[in-house]
């Protein structure tokens, strides 16, 4: 085995080598609406400042620890910059995939002289994450399907209560965020959701619950879904990131509400891969000091609804960048939005996301 | 069948006996034959052959338990598990040093994700755990300091491993072995330091802490021994020898040094290591857990394939996987049965389709064949998403059929999601595959055939069924064996129509190299689908023949 990886190792090497320049930067993004937020906010400006540099997207995100890990085993990482979820980011530096950093020495301080430790708080959940936004995993509905004489649902169990909302749901295929939901429509106190989840009684009550709608649930898997069926009118509501939700409701002007009740916060930021030269790594660095700064975190706000991670980024989140509207309202984290909130639980994940998904799964094909 | 009349062997004209010579020149025909594929056969060898069966050799693989906690694993051979009781202190102790190495190297990680597929909980206790390593040694050391501050100084350990008289250089041999195996590194260079084999004796959990401290900073690290501060765990051994070390007799480099810390020792409150780890997380002292390390310590595991066909391996022997979690072998008998059903639409639709191909004037056929190819110029994605806007509640056929009044609005049919919707599009998309084979052996059929029989007397359905028929049978087989075997590997399509009813074994493989990254558990199911796949070809040619399979 040691000899095909050398060889394939070699020949890979043997074609970058030529294609390669000094000042070019793999980043490793999401592809649509973000990555296009990416580039305007940062890398154009950043292209703007250093005019010898060039950027190469890959939109490998969603499979960057599959991926990162086949290279790494090659011995050919030919990424400089990835963009993962944090639940990535910590399976990517348990794995040694990622490089550990120093948030003082790495990022830029807070425009209003806080050190950058402080800036992004407990956002920085792994000694090799570095958070760009905080988004979150929420529910839209149709607001043309709303039965007459009803209320629009401003309650999450509503996804639950066939009775008063009929119609189809669409959820996510797979446990995370829908057995937290089932658990707290089935009277679990939010504070101790995760620990009823680690017990099987806990597990099964949450596939109980969801079994009471099994039959009227469209399961997603890919972030575009859930617009799409709403659009189409196929589901009457259903869960996805709150950015797509945005862009279906304000860019699109489709009849669909916003329910942020319980809405499931998570971050996404970047990590650097493990083993960059020493030339590639300051390149790097000096990206990513630019790219997280204060104003570049604000400045991603204007092109979609993803709150910055920084605090002092905050009060810097202005208009829509084409449509000229406040961004502030549409931010996850609005006071206004974040009334009732959970926090992605990544260590309880990291533990029980295969024991789960094995349960979910089978639960899934019955 | 001997010639009597002849006592040698037949020669060739230039005298060398016949069969050598015959032989030599069939050698030279067959490499020279083997040169001119040996392109093709390298490229196919390295790109193809060899990273699969990299990647199936994983569903046994499991060196990373041995190679992460060689000692641990070696103590805890001896430990019963069906005692219920954890094991005893030799094996933390064990632990402890092979834990602090490992999360030197950043390695523990891996191995708490590894154990994590087995045992529920092991990812953070050794996340958590390999946090906490330092700090019984940062104690130790300020006990330590308080007595003589070398004791945090690198120089001063130096000198007091490396003792007076022979050195012991196996012992640092086989550290330096261990780290590799560990970092799976080759680790060029010297360590450039050996304990003596006096202080070996007497501070062996010392020297090993130190030894394996030695090999990282000069290996890993690139820095000189000498120059660095030792690590927290050697602080541990020292503590630990000290319980029972008689350090009096010793007069190596140091000595007083090492008496004054011995008697001080007794001073300092020794924190056992089963108290330690019991302290950091009491998932440490669950007997069950050991078990766990105890029966996947092995470096070879059948733990993988059990997994893939609903067992378990436990450490009581092989055990059925408790029934809400099983889901593999449904899983495969649902993707051959689907894959079957694929197979007949598409013989059932491309049938006539072929023949119609094979007998219409060439004008006609040439714009029919083009019909045929055209979804093979369209994007795979675009096609499966187009049946989402057909078959979905609010799409295209259900509107005709509510327009129609055939359906009632509130009661619109489900197409999609489910096994008819992973059925209907998989069919669209394989049936080119159908239909290139079976046309090209209906060309080869001569019309002449069918005429003739008719001629005969046969009947239209007669002449077909027992003329015509079995001649096409060859593309028919290849057709079958063509579609079954794309679609029993099908990945994409099920994805996006499949809802949870119609999806295939391949898209909880992709699951697993991608998401849970189970790659061992995924590898397994992989070589269990390839073995089908060829159990079923080789069925096929003992019933069918696979000579009977023409292509064109």
């Known amino acids: 085995m040691k000899l095909t990886q050398t060889l394939l190792a070699g020949s890979a090497l043997a074609l970058v080598a030529g294609a390669a320049t000094a000042q070019d930067l793999t980043l490793v993004s999401w592809g649509g609406a973000y990555q296009t937020s990416q580039q305007k906010a940062y890398v154009e400006p950043y292209l703007e400042n250093n005019p010898g540099a060039s950027v190469t997207w890959d939109e490998s995100s969603a499979e960057a620890v599959a991926k990162l890990r086949a290279m790494n085993e090659a011995g050919n990482v030919t990424w400089d910059l990835v963009d993962v979820v944090a639940s990535d980011a910590i399976r990517l530096c348990d794995e040694g995939l990622a490089m550990e950093y120093d948030p003082e020495e790495l990022l830029a301080e807070g425009d209003d002289g806080t050190s950058a430790e402080d800036d992004f708080g407990d956002l920085i959940v792994s000694d090799c994450f570095i958070p760009q936004i905080v988004y979150s995993t929420t529910f839209g509905y149709r607001t043309d399907m709303v039965p007459e004489g009803v209320d629009a649902p401003t309650d999450v169990c509503a996804v639950f209560d066939l009775e008063t909302y009929p119609g189809k749901r669409s959820l996510e295929k797979r446990p995370i965020n829908n057995m937290e939901w089932a658990l707290y429509c089935d009277g679990v106190a939010k504070d101790e959701i995760y620990d009823v989840l680690a017990t099987p009684e806990g597990q099964d009550q949450a596939l109980a619950k969801l079994d009471t709608i099994k039959d009227d649930v469209i399961w997603w898997s890919a972030g575009a879904d859930t617009p799409q069926l709403l659009a189409d009118g196929e589901v009457f509501m259903g869960s996805t990131y709150n950015g797509r939700l945005f862009s279906v409701i304000v860019e699109q002007d489709q009849p669909v509400g916003m329910l942020w009740d319980m809405q499931v916060f998570d971050l996404d930021g970047w990590i650097i891969p493990a083993g960059l030269s020493d030339e590639k790594l300051a390149e790097v660095e000096e990206f990513v000091k630019f790219a997280t700064d204060t104003q570049r975190l604000a400045d991603q706000a204007a092109y979609i609804s993803y709150g910055p991670a920084r605090l002092s980024s905050a009060p810097l989140v202005g208009q829509h960048a084409d449509l000229g509207i406040e961004m502030a309202p549409h931010m996850p984290t609005d006071p206004e939005n974040a009334k009732n909130t959970l926090l992605y639980n990544y260590e309880f994940w990291a533990d029980y996301r295969d024991d789960i998904d094995a349960k979910f799964q089978a639960w899934l094909a019955q | 069948m001997s010639d009597t009349t002849q006592n040698g062997p037949m020669l060739a004209a230039d005298g060398t006996p016949l069969k050598r010579s015959l032989a030599r020149a069939l050698r030279r025909q067959k490499l020279r034959a083997l040169l001119l594929v040996a392109p093709l056969l390298i490229f196919v060898l390295v790109t193809f052959i060899a990273p699969i069966a990299d990647m199936l050799f994983r569903s046994v693989e499991n060196q990373i338990v041995s190679d992460t906690l060689p000692s641990t694993t070696e103590v805890l051979a001896d430990w019963e598990h069906s005692t219920g009781e954890s094991p005893p202190e030799p094996v933390y102790e064990a632990l402890y040093y092979d834990l602090f190495l490992a999360a030197e190297a950043k390695e523990h990680t891996k191995l708490g994700t590894r154990l994590n597929y087995e045992y529920t909980g092991v990812s953070s206790l050794f996340r958590s755990t390999g946090r906490g390593l330092d700090d019984l040694g940062d104690d130790y050391l300020d006990a330590l300091e308080e007595v003589d501050d070398r004791w945090g100084d690198g120089d001063f350990w130096y000198t007091l491993m490396s003792g007076s008289g022979e050195a012991d250089e196996d012992l640092m041999r086989a550290h330096v072995k261990r780290l590799r195996q560990l970092t799976g590194d080759a680790l060029p260079g010297k360590v450039g330091f050996a304990p003596s084999t006096e202080i070996v004796a007497l501070l ?299 999806t295939f074994i391949s898209n909880r493989i992709a699951y697993h190299i991608s998401s849970s990254l189970n790659w061992g558990l995924g590898a397994a199911l992989g070589a269990i689908l390839l073995a089908v796949v060829l159990l079923l070809y080789w069925a096929y040619d003992r019933i069918v023949g696979i000579d009977n399979v023409k292509l064109g």
Not at chain 2, 250 to 265: D, I, R
Not at chain 2, 415 to 442: D, E, K, W
């Open chain 2, 204 to 502: 062996p959990k010392t020297t090993a802490a130190y030894a394996d401290f030695a090999a990282y900073t000069a290996l890993v690290d690139g820095d000189v021994v000498a120059e660095e501060d030792p690590w927290e765990s050697v602080y541990v051994g020292l503590m630990t020898d000290l319980q029972g070390a008689d350090v009096a007799s010793y007069s190596g480099p140091e000595a007083e040094a090492l008496q004054a810390a011995a008697e001080a020792a007794a001073d300092i409150e020794y924190i056992p290591l089963k108290t330690f780890f019991g302290d950091e997380d009491e998932d440490w002292l669950n007997a069950d857990i050991w078990a766990t390390v105890q029966t996947y310590s092995t470096k070879y595991t059948s733990g993988y394939f059990l997994n893939a066909v609903d067992l378990q391996l436990t450490p009581d022997g092989i055990e059925a996987r408790p029934e809400n979690q099983r889901i593999y072998i449904m899983l495969f008998k649902r993707t051959m049965f689907m894959s079957l059903a694929i197979t007949f639409s598409c013989i059932a639709l491309g049938y006539p389709v072929a023949w119609l191909l094979a007998n219409l004037p060439a004008s006609k056929a040439n714009l029919l064949m083009i019909l045929v190819l055209l979804p093979f110029w369209t994007s795979l994605l675009v096609r499966t998403s187009a049946w989402k806007v057909m078959l979905q509640q609010q799409g295209v056929i259900n509107d005709v059929l509510v327009w129609l009044g055939l359906v009632a609005d509130g009661n619109r049919l489900v197409m999609i999601n489910n096994q008819f919707g992973t059925i209907v599009a998989m069919t669209h998309i394989l049936l080119p595959f159908m239909i290139l084979p079976l046309y090209s052996v209906m060309q080869g059929i001569p019309p002449s055939y069918l005429r003739a029989a008719k001629s005969l007397g046969a009947t239209n359905w007669t002449a077909f069924w027992r003329v015509y028929f079995p001649q096409s049978v060859p593309g028919i087989g290849a057709g079958s064996i063509l579609v079954f075997i794309l679609a029993i590997g099908y990945y994409i399509t099920p994805e996006i129509v499949g809802g949870t009813t119609g």
